[in-house]
């Protein structure tokens, strides 16, 4: 009795909620209105260059740099030999001298 009383609560909250946030939709229609910009689309003069640097000089480059100049780019090992490297030094770490058995 006491869980279909609550259950039946639960529904009846929630209802109540969900029913003060639902949307409301009229059966009024409301027309499309499109706003219109004129100048949208019109023909207009350009504007004059304007410098995006603090002085007025730039310099214009062409062509293509070789590769040589960027240098070398550094070779790094494979994740075997990475893994290799890691179980020596594992292998060679130290050890500890002392095993405790029963520790509290």
């Known amino acids: 009795m006491k869980l279909t009383l609550?259950?039946?609560f639960v529904v009846v909250v929630a209802g109540m909620c969900c029913a003060?946030?639902?949307?409301v939709l009229y059966n009024q229609p409301s027309p499309l209105q499109m706003i219109e910009h004129t100048?949208?689309?019109?023909q207009?003069?350009?504007a004059t260059s304007q410098s995006l640097l603090h002085s007025g000089a730039y310099a214009v480059e062409t062509g293509?740099?070789?590769?040589w100049e960027?240098?070398?780019?550094?070779?790094?090992?494979s994740l075997g030999?990475?893994?290799?490297?890691?179980?020596?030094?594992h292998l060679l770490a130290k050890k500890a001298q002392f095993?405790?058995?029963?520790?509290?």
């Open 81 to 89: 030999e990475v893994a290799r490297s890691y179980r020596k030094e």
């Open 20 to 23: 003060q946030t639902a949307p």
């Open 70 to 77: 960027f240098g070398t780019i550094p070779q790094q090992p």
């Open 64 to 67: 293509e740099r070789p590769i």
């Open 44 to 46: 207009q003069p350009m």
């Open 39 to 42: 100048s949208h689309a019109s």
């Open 99 to 104: 095993v405790w058995e029963k520790q509290r």
């Open 6 to 8: 609550t259950v039946l």
